[in-house]
């Protein structure tokens, strides 16, 4: 489970996050929505703690992030928004050296990377060096490198941006997979569509705030459509109504 406690990270005059509090459970995808500059990105750097937040608490199945930041990053599978894959190795042997950098014994990472790569539908670029690679091809290869560890909360910032059609509904069904299996699943996504096939509960920033945080259902109802991409942009037009 992962909780984020009020919290704040400013930029110079900017401010970035102005107090931004929700929890992510277990056993369900949470989406992680906002317009550009809303203060996703930073929050999220927060969480897997590449960045410190200037207050506010970040707590990873109850280990504070401040307090015990390597034992936060065992537990976190990140897949960011650079996906940095190492060009001149294989899928498998970018899997792998990840696996080692955790601390994994030998035959627990190829355990654990060939299960990854069935589960992904990787095996014909299983040991094709990833220069070159497609997006899609990049994405799986990142994500099973990120997961190799077996870790219990999943973080995902935008896993389909650029996959076509097929990939797309191979990777919803990964996420799936991900979520029936009891993880924390909080991903970031800018297509509505996939937010409602995919997401238990919405959390939605603008203005580095939470300006809505229920499942889908609810915030349609809160907005009073039957479409998800309207409700969207009503909660964030109320959040900027406000704050003018």
């Not at 060009?87 to 955790?102: A, C, M, P, Q, V």
């Not at 069935?118 to 091809?137: H, N, P, V, W, Y």
């Not at 509960?201 to 300006?211: D, K, L, P, Q, S």
Request: glycine content about 10%; aromatic content about 4%; hydrophobic content about 45%.
């Amino acid at each position: 489970m992962i909780e984020l406690k009020d919290l704040h990270k400013a930029f110079g005059a900017v401010k970035a996050v102005d107090g931004v509090s929700f929890t992510a459970r277990d056993g369900e995808i949470t989406g992680l929505l906002g317009p550009n500059g809303a203060g996703k990105t930073t929050t999220l750097r927060m969480l897997y703690t590449l960045m410190k937040p200037d207050s506010g608490q970040v707590l990873v199945d109850g280990i504070d992030a401040a307090a015990d930041p390597a034992a936060v990053r065992r537990r976190l599978g990140v897949l960011p928004d650079a996906r940095g894959l190492y060009k001149r190795l294989t899928s498998r042997e970018n899997i792998d050296y990840f696996g080692r950098l955790h601390g994994m014994d030998e035959a627990a990472i190829a355990e654990r990377r060939e299960a990854l790569i069935k589960a992904l539908e990787m095996a014909d670029i299983a040991d094709r060096r990833t220069e070159g690679f497609s997006q899609g091809q990049r994405v799986k290869t990142a994500i099973a490198r990120a997961l190799i560890h077996d870790p219990k909360n999943c973080i995902l910032d935008e896993p389909t941006n650029g996959l076509d059609v097929m990939a797309t509904r191979a990777m919803r069904d990964f996420l799936r997979h991900l979520r029936d299996e009891g993880r924390c699943v909080l991903f970031s996504s800018h297509i509505m569509q996939e937010v409602g096939a995919l997401c238990d509960r919405i959390v939605v920033i603008a203005r580095g705030r939470v300006v809505a945080d229920a499942s889908p259902e609810a915030l349609r109802a809160q907005a009073g459509t039957h479409n998800l991409e309207d409700a969207f942009v009503k909660v964030i037009g109320s959040a900027e109504g406000l704050a003018a």
